[in-house]
């Protein structure tokens, strides 16, 4: 079946860094993809999304890059802090209805 | 502006027993979705409603399982005849009428099976 997959089940940075997570989806089908963050304990927040005829788009202080050739999805998030500690998710959606998720990035920020 | 309510947020049941947890979507949301979490994984879809129709239920078991999302009150998840592996984190997301929106989550049901 389909599924979307991260490189990376963890991933530590130090605070103030750059932190970039990576996403690989298998529908070629899929057109719309949403990156979301999860604090234990609670539901997945929604941070930022991107549409298939986009390759690029940006928010405070997240960047989400979209590579259809390669069907790969990044998250990049600038001067990473403390609070960013998490597991992201990426989603991916063909039909605009039902999310198909990843495994999750947990990403952990040293002071 | 509340966001997606779910209660309980915890709910502990014995084998055998009905589970029922319900979803308030945010308000002007009429696509409401529910999603199981086991520990350390992704979410996995279930059961996508709008109100009064069951859209897709593709990802939700044939048995035991059901969902529902009736004119007036919130969403309703029931398990009945509840076994150990059904303990997992269940969550309601909603989306507004128009689709290829973000679906908004809720902070879940915590299940758990003695």
């Known amino acids: 079946g389909e599924s979307v997959g991260l490189h990376l089940p963890t991933l530590s940075v130090q605070e103030g860094d750059n932190s970039i997570i990576n996403c690989a989806y298998s529908?070629?089908?899929?057109?719309?993809f949403i990156w979301y963050k999860q604090e234990s304990g609670k539901g997945p927040q929604f941070i930022i999304d991107?549409?298939?005829?986009?390759d690029k788009r940006q928010g405070q202080r997240v960047t989400v890059l979209l590579n259809k050739t390669v069907k790969h999805l990044s998250l990049q998030i600038a001067a990473t802090q403390p609070g960013d500690s998490a597991v992201y998710f990426c989603?991916?959606?063909?039909?605009?209805?039902?999310?198909?998720f990843g495994e999750g990035t947990q990403l952990t920020v040293n002071p | 502006n509340a966001g997606v309510m779910q209660n309980p947020r915890h709910l502990v049941r014995r084998r055998g027993q009905e589970a029922r947890l319900r979803c308030s979507p945010m308000?002007?949301?009429?696509?409401v979705y529910w999603y199981r979490q086991l520990p350390e994984e992704g979410l996995k879809f279930m059961v996508y409603?709008?109100?009064?129709?069951?859209?897709?239920e593709s990802g939700m078991p044939k048995e035991r399982f059901s969902a529902e999302f009736p004119k007036e009150g919130p969403s309703i998840l029931r398990i009945q005849q509840v076994v150990r592996g059904d303990s997992a984190a269940y969550f309601c997301?909603?989306?507004?009428?128009?689709?290829?929106?973000?679906?908004?989550f809720g902070d879940g049901t915590r299940l758990s099976i003695l």
């Open positions: 529908n070629s089908a899929s057109d719309y």
């Open positions: 991107i549409r298939s005829n986009m």
């Open positions: 989603a991916e959606t063909h039909s605009g209805s039902r999310l198909t």
């Open positions: 409603l709008q109100k009064e129709n069951i859209i897709d």
């Open positions: 308000k002007g949301h009429s696509h």
């Open positions: 997301a909603s989306s507004p009428r128009t689709e290829r929106e973000p679906q908004h």
